[in-house]
């Protein structure tokens, strides 16, 4: 079995290569200039590890990741536009820099060429790649399309902003690993369990994304704390905390969320604080990676094969913090 | 053989259902809306006649002709967006209704559909049918972006501007053809010809369409006569303009690209006239149809197959005007 430092440099060895035809350099250039600032590759390990977990490495995985991989980066620079993000991974934007009309088309473009590696794909199993995996594309469009409408609407629940996020970021994950566990050979018991674990663990990473936004160590988390606090971003503690605190707590608070005094985030911290969010997402975030686990244990393959899985889940969940 | 209308028809009656889940209907809605407005039907009819003329129609290349559909509509969905049109066929774009946004995201998901409609085609050609629709799919946005390129180049040369709108409407035409000969079982030799075709026929039918902006009768041509000369939109007629008209002329045209006096229309046409723009684009557009009539001719089946198409081309491009 491989560790994930083996299967980000083995995916990297295969994916870092031109993509894209050289002409129109307008159109392609920003594309590859993207592409070549990667992140820490997550979703085309996924679909290694699915692989791996039920045999050897096929060729077809590379090709399934890398589709993966350019479908995450698609609604990346698409997002980007839609959000006015000026940043991305600590340098501008695709719009920024090349205007929204190339980045649209970027994007379309680099979608199309997600196809072109599911083409490349020989397995018999092709049809059911390719379901799952515009499925799992439609699901993307729809949680973005729900955080976008739940940014003009002040009373979203829990279950709601759960069902948004989920789609938004957990079933990406979840079908990486299906969707390699398909060219692995999975039955269709295996593959459920192995969707179910990447979509409860996407869900318990957010919450501590969330967490980490307001309480983490600004050193080791890598952002500026307190950003979605300012930006009045919903998150799993705003929802919690909008439908927990009453009286003078929740006065102050639908104040702050249409103010921004200097003090804004020590001052909606202090009533995260006293409504005790701390142990509640800690609570939530173990519930979430319990429900993983416990997928993770049914599926039916010897318990080593499973290690790199949960290594995975301990390198994206932290539990001492 | 069916005629334009059977095809149109038969295609609609498959076609006139729901695409899209109901939820969210912020995202969804606005797509059926946006397809129940329906154009022409061209490119799916051309998939239809591109099988029925190498053999009995396949319920393949309906899934197809549905997923040419919706790709078609994804581009004018993401088009819209690009060159801020506020209509399209009569009424109000998705993005001037809906917002840029969800324009974008639904394009997205659209996209994502025509991959689920190729996905239900049973045909062992099935990689060979997703290579073409892909490769088309990248040229048609390499086509959008040199457009977009070229509104910032004053000197774009006829050669480049044909390749520019080939690309951008005329390769989806060809496609839509080869495609659908492909599920007819046609040999390489003839879906190169059919390809060709359709490939001439579309940019004698851009020369048309350029030529009746300027010179149609307004009443026929059903939009506004003119529109180009007003925009400064680069057409074969400004382009060659451009590039053989002289002395007073050619700072009069200059001038009028870079104003908008009340009689701009009039004058520029007046320009078009002593360069003798009007025989120079017949003679154009006679020289691309008489090549795709010669690659009709070439295409291996007998000829009483070919009238179909014969009747699309008499249907697309008129020799009396």
Redesign the interface.
């Known amino acids: 079995m491989s560790s994930i430092e083996t299967l980000q440099q083995s995916f990297e060895s295969f994916f870092n290569h031109r993509h894209f035809?050289t002409?129109?350099p307008?159109?392609y250039d920003p594309l590859e200039e993207f592409l070549s600032n990667s992140g820490k590759r997550i979703r085309p390990v996924l679909c290694l590890m699915g692989n791996e977990l039920f045999g050897d490495i096929h060729q077809d995985a590379y090709h399934l990741a890398a589709a993966v991989e350019l479908f995450h980066n698609?609604t990346l620079v698409?997002d980007d536009?839609?959000d006015k993000a000026p940043l991305r991974r600590g340098k501008a934007t695709v719009h920024a820099v090349h205007g929204?009309?190339?980045a649209?088309?970027g994007?379309?473009?680099m979608?199309?060429?997600a196809?072109?590696y599911l083409?490349k794909i020989e397995s018999p199993q092709l049809?059911k790649v390719?379901?799952l995996f515009?499925k799992t594309?439609?699901e993307v469009?729809?949680g973005?399309?729900?955080d976008?409408?739940f940014e003009k609407i002040s009373d979203v629940k829990l279950d709601e902003y759960i069902h948004m996020i989920q789609l938004k970021t957990s079933v990406l994950l979840a079908a990486s690993l299906q969707l390699g566990s398909i060219i692995g050979g999975a039955s269709d018991h295996n593959q459920g369990h192995i969707y179910e674990f990447g979509r409860n663990l996407g869900i318990a990473f957010q919450i501590q994304d969330d967490y980490l936004d307001a309480f983490g160590d600004p050193e080791k988390f890598g952002k500026q704390v307190g950003g979605d606090i300012q930006s009045n971003k919903k998150t799993f503690l705003l929802i919690h905390a909008l439908e927990t605190t009453q009286g003078n707590d929740l006065t102050e608070l639908n104040h702050l969320l249409t103010s921004s005094p200097a003090d804004k985030v020590d001052r909606v911290l202090s009533i995260y604080r006293k409504c005790g969010i701390d142990a509640w997402a800690n609570t939530l975030k173990e519930t979430y990676l319990e429900k993983a686990y416990h997928h993770l244990n049914e599926i039916a393959v010897s318990a080593v094969r499973k290690d790199p899985l949960k290594a995975l889940a301990q390198y994206l969940i932290k539990r001492d913090k």
């Open positions: 035809p002409v129109p307008s159109l698609f698409h536009i839609m929204e009309s190339t649209l088309l994007g379309d473009v979608m199309v060429v196809y072109d083409n049809k390719i379901h515009n594309a439609k469009c729809e973005q399309q729900l976008m409408d």
